[in-house]
């Protein structure tokens, strides 16, 4: 789960990161009042759930509070389009108005889960506001890292340490040191994946400063914090995700043209690759998992047919914990009271595959049944050429 720059910012700041003095508007009229409030020149900050907001145009510095009027203004309703929205963008419903820092200094600052050590890992560069991938590329001998053991957590001189390879004076290392520390905190406390603030800055007064935060949530641990799930912004949510969540399904939408359903991830991607090397894309991620019920086999169904980007649908099913008559009834269900205008291909494996096979047969809908993965995958090629042409 992702929250907003400035949700993120009011996190850190109740763990003690300090942060600059700004507010919250919905409309150009109250970000002038907010830019007239802070009495100094402010900056216009687009908040939406993707990173690259700057070279996009979504963050505009703003002089005067009739200045911060327009640029709200020009923001507010926009569809912003960076690296990390894809083509379709997203639309700016929310913008923070802050007060410009002055800065004398930028860092990176972040923590994440470091998969081949499985443990967390905190990152520093003093190439701060460039993304971490752009800093890795073009200098990695600027990454410093601290792994941390989960039993013992972080140790203070690790925190130091870390800081003290940024080439800062001893006050302004300390004054990080804090920060790290109180980002790793934030990290355990809340159940995150990534706790990020870039640039954390240096003002001329030698303090430390997070001009901006991202913080992503391990969706597991969101039972322990409902305070962190009243965060959750469902405009940034893509509708179809948001239903699928609410139907226990794990569902993620992509930009091809091929609705999957399949049960395990691990199938789930070898069926995404089957997709590519047939000559089609995936338009989706939907793992039903092995405790589906008919009714489940139904709803992950109609979310397919309800992307319009879906030009074919491929149900590939390894009956195991899930059976397979209970997955060929969902489908007939599903099909039975909507109207599909799309191929179905279907591969049945596993538990029940005979009785599940003869609820497609007998169901007198129109499936394409698929015996092995190379005949799916011809069938795959075939629907998508055909709504080529």
Known sequence: MNIHEYQAKELFSSFGIPIPEGRVATTPAAAEKIATELASPVVIKAQIHAGGRGKAGGVKRAASPEAARAAAAELLGRTLVTHQTGPAGKIVHKVLVERVAAVKTEIYLGITIDRTQR?????????????????????????F?????????????????????????????????????????????????????????????????????????????LFRHPDIVALRDPAEEDPLESAARKSNLNYVKLHGNVGCLVNGAGLAMATMDLIKLAGAEPANFLDVGGGANEDMIEQGFSLLLSDPDVNAVFINIFG???????????????????????????????????????????????????????????????????VAQ
Request: overall charge negative; glycine content about 6%.
């Open 320 to 386: 195991g914990i899930l059976r397979c008559d209970i997955l060929a009834r969902g489908i007939v269900a599903a099909v039975s009271r909507r109207s599909v205008d799309v191929p179905v291909i279907v591969r049945l494996e596993g538990t029940n595959v005979e009785q599940g096979r003869e609820i497609l047969d007998r169901s007198g809908l129109h499936f394409q049944r698929a015996n092995d993965l190379a005949e799916a995958a011809a069938l795959i090629a075939r629907a998508v050429q055909e």
């Open 145 to 221: 890292k601290e792994w941390i053991h989960p039993e013992i957590g972080l140790r203070p001189f690790q925190a130091y340490r870390l800081a003290l390879k940024l080439g800062l004076d001893a006050a302004e290392t300390r004054a990080v040191a804090q920060v790290i520390t109180a980002l790793h905190r934030v990290f355990v406390d809340k159940d995150c994946l990534l706790v990020e603030t870039n640039p954390l800055i240096i003002d001329n007064n030698g303090a430390a400063l997070a001009l901006d935060a991202k913080i992503n949530f391990d969706d597991n641990g």
């Open 119 to 143: 443990v967390p890992v905190i990152m520093a560069s003093p190439a701060g506001g460039m993304e971490i991938e752009q800093i890795a590329d073009e200098s990695p001998d600027k990454i």
